[in-house]
């Protein structure tokens, strides 16, 4: 597990993980709680609660029936397709953005859980963990260039856009720059591993790839847990359920 060096060894990265989720779990508390207190007729007992957010919104979400929900959810939530009708630049860019760094995340949670296999060979399947994760290089390729190509697109719009540069705050520069710079540091990881279906070995050089894979590590873990439970990014969940409770609409 050549990943596993400059002192980031397995158990620091299975206490790591452990911490970035009780902190996401906790920003999701966190936020529906807070959500909740804007919520009106249920019983004043359960305001400021997160069972009342919890409440009103499967209320909300399934008012008209469970084919609205599901139709509203393809449609409008996975397709984007409100978002296509106001811009196709902007549709590539969140679709690319969005699927790229959700699959992504799956695939680093997938990608540890076949590390702890092998690690501890659990059910003596250490053989087929590692063959996982061999057929996980490619998808890990693909949809990182695919949230390579929405953070461009994201950071390009600011620099070329006028209007979209005009509305631009320091505090959007450091969560965009933020996602543009992981993106880049993950890259250039897997190519100074020699990992890449693209480049393949041509920027190979192990000595500095765990440092880049240390740094790439950190900047995504602080943006996890710093920045997406408390920032304008947690739109990434409070848009969907919006869009879900109002059945679609605008």
Not at 11 to 22: D, F, G, R
Not at 211 to 237: C, D
Request: proline content about 2%; cysteine-free; charged content about 15%.
């Amino acid at each position: 597990m050549a990943f596993y060096t400059l002192g980031l060894t397995f158990w620091i990265v299975i206490a790591l993980t452990i911490a970035v989720l009780a902190i996401w779990i906790y920003g999701l508390y966190f936020n529906f709680k807070k959500w909740g207190m804007g919520s009106t007729g249920y019983q004043d007992k359960l305001r400021n609660s997160f069972w009342l957010f919890i409440a009103t919104w499967i209320h909300e979400a399934f008012k008209d029936g469970i084919w609205v929900f599901v139709k509203t959810a393809i449609l409008d939530v996975l397709l984007l397709r409100r978002t296509l009708r106001r811009s196709p630049v902007r549709w590539v860019m969140h679709m690319t953005m969005f699927y790229g760094f959700v699959t992504l995340a799956a695939l680093s949670g997938l990608g540890l859980f076949m590390d702890i296999i092998e690690h501890f060979n659990l059910l003596g399947l250490t053989h087929q963990a590692e063959m996982v994760k061999g057929f996980m290089e490619l998808p890990f390729d693909i949809f990182g260039y695919m949230l390579l190509v929405g953070s461009t697109i994201a950071v390009a719009r600011r620099i070329v856009l006028k209007q979209v540069r005009d509305n631009t705050s320091a505090y959007d520069v450091v969560l965009l720059g933020g996602v543009f710079l992981i993106t880049i540091s993950g890259f250039y990881a897997e190519w100074l591993r020699g990992n890449s279906f693209l480049v393949g070995d041509a920027f190979a050089n192990s000595v500095y790839a765990p440092h880049f894979s240390l740094l790439h590590t950190i900047l995504a873990l602080a943006l996890f847990v710093a920045i997406l439970p408390w920032s304008k990014y947690m739109h990434i969940i409070a848009a969907p359920l919006t869009i879900l409770a109002n059945r679609g609409g605008e």
